[in-house]
T-cell receptor, first 116, second 109 residues
Framework: GAVVSQHPSWVICKSGTSVKIECRSL??????MFWYRQFPKQSLMLMAT?????????EQGVEKDKFLINHASLTLSTLTVTSAHPEDSSFYIC????????????FGPGTRLTVL | GQNIDQPTEMTATEGAIVQINCTYQ??????LFWYQQHAGEAPTFLSY??LDGLEEKGRFSSFLSRSKGYSYLLLKELQMKDSASYLC??????????WGAGTKLIIKP
């Protein structure tokens, strides 16, 4: 199957700092990538849809200025959590659909963010 | 609105069979996915159904009824490693995944 990587796999930072998370599709091109956040014992919550060459589409309640998304190429999307606070601590997961016969989404391994 | 319902938690015995149900209401429909997620890990793909009927893949099978907005995941010959959360997700008319909250499956020896 297709492979999506995420970096870093975990990060611990101080409150007020910014953290960048990278999502790469390794063996296919992805014009669209999705960013999810998952809190403990909860399901995935879609934060935004990252579109190559255009602005990201954010879900209701997600702050655009806080969660900056850049889809610089057909294989790379980045999520930057700006001025992180403890409540931003979560598991962040990206996914990329490969437009085959059923638009299966391939997930990255996730990034565990802990803000102290 | 769009909605996915599945049980919060289920318990089954090693070697037995368990069925996890999922009902959905979406704006348009382009298929239904089942994912397995172990704690602290990203989801992994199990199955995809877009036509009515049963799809069998080894110990796992998935069923879909579009007219009833209903799907189930059937796990046979349960193993301890099957203890995980199972996520049901429907693809709407915009090809956006609508996620259920997940069913935590606990396997007992």
């Amino acid at each position: 199957g297709a492979v999506v990587s995420q970096h870093p796999s975990w990060v611990i930072c101080k409150s007020g700092t910014s953290v960048k998370i990278e999502c790469r599709s390794l063996d296919f091109q992805a014009t669209t990538m999705f960013w999810y956040r998952q809190f403990p014992k909860q399901s995935l919550m879609l934060m935004a849809t990252s579109n190559e060459g255009s602005k990201a589409t954010y879900e209701q309640g997600v702050e655009k200025d806080k969660f900056l998304i850049n889809h610089a190429s057909l294989t790379l999307s980045t999520l930057t959590v700006t001025s992180a606070h403890p409540e931003d601590s979560s598991f962040y997961i990206c996914s990329a659909p490969r437009l085959a016969d059923y638009n299966e989404q391939f997930f990255g391994p996730g990034t565990r963010l802990t803000v102290l | 609105g769009q909605n996915i319902d599945q049980p919060t938690e289920m318990t089954a015995t090693e070697g037995a069979i368990v069925q996890i149900n999922c009902t959905y209401q979406t704006s348009g429909f382009n298929g239904l996915f089942w994912y397995q997620q172990h704690a602290g890990e990203a989801p992994t793909f199990l199955s995809y159904n877009v036509l009515d009927g049963l799809e069998e893949k080894g110990r796992f099978s998935s069923f879909l009824s579009r007219s009833k907005g209903y799907s189930y995941l059937l796990l046979k010959e349960l193993q301890m490693k099957d203890s995980a959360s199972y996520l049901c997700a429907a693809l709407d008319s915009n090809y956006q995944l609508i996620w259920g909250a997940g069913t935590k499956l606990i396997i007992k020896p």
